[in-house]
């Protein structure tokens, strides 16, 4: 097992599947992970994927763990579970990502508002100077959304838009996901063959 322990949170906006890759990976490479989702990004993903990630977190988790046909490396947790070890800067996460990330829940954590879980841990990464990497899904982009990625940016956050390359010709939806997953991964430092690196065979 990996000693690394990385928060993952999913939020409402489309790109379900940008996240649930990313979890499949970190099992898969051994890492710590306690996971998240708002109830916005419980129903996006529901509508998205068929994945039901509402309710009790036990329940959840067995339902996750059955679509990622993994069996172990996941703490789940209510995004309004404030007791969890991620709120606070005493034991914060190695890293954090929000993927994918909202336009609510970046304007939010780029004010500081620290309304359930998945903000305040984001709160804690940046007064902590640990690794928060956001993945927003969004377009067209308006000059709030902008301003909040860069003000998120100076304060230490990685801005990691999911925007999938196609020289790699990507031949399946799943090559677009694992271009996105591949950068995530590196922003970090989690070796990976995900998707075909620029100058490569």
């Keep these: 097992m990996n000693d690394m322990h990385v928060f993952v949170a999913m939020t409402g906006a489309s790109g379900s599947m940008y996240g649930l890759r990313l979890l499949e990976q970190l099992c898969l490479n051994g890492i710590q992970v306690t996971f998240s989702a708002s109830c916005s990004g419980s129903v996006v993903c529901c509508e998205e994927t068929g994945l039901d990630l509402s309710g009790d977190p036990d329940k959840a988790l067995q339902r996750l763990y059955a679509h990622l046909e993994v069996n172990s490396g996941i703490q789940m947790v209510h995004p ?3 007791f969890c070890a991620a709120a606070s800067g005493s034991s914060a996460p190695d890293a954090m990502v929000v993927c994918p990330c909202s336009m ?3 304007a939010r954590i780029a004010a500081g508002i620290s309304g359930n879980l998945i903000e305040r841990s984001a709160d804690v990464m940046l007064k902590e100077r640990r690794p928060l990497l956001l993945v927003p899904r969004e377009t067209p982009l ?5 301003e909040n990625m860069l003000k998120l940016s100076r304060a230490g956050a990685r801005i990691i838009p999911a925007m999938p390359a196609f020289y790699g010709r990507p031949e399946s939806v799943l090559d677009l996901v694992d271009f996105v997953t ?3 991964l590196d922003q970090l430092g989690i070796a990976n063959n995900l ?3 620029w100058g490569t065979e």
Excluded: A, E, Q
């Design 80 to 82: 309004d579970d404030l």
């Design 104 to 106: 609510g829940t970046l």
């Design 142 to 146: 308006s000059d709030i959304h902008l």
């Design 182 to 184: 591949g950068k995530i």
């Design 195 to 197: 998707y075909k690196r």
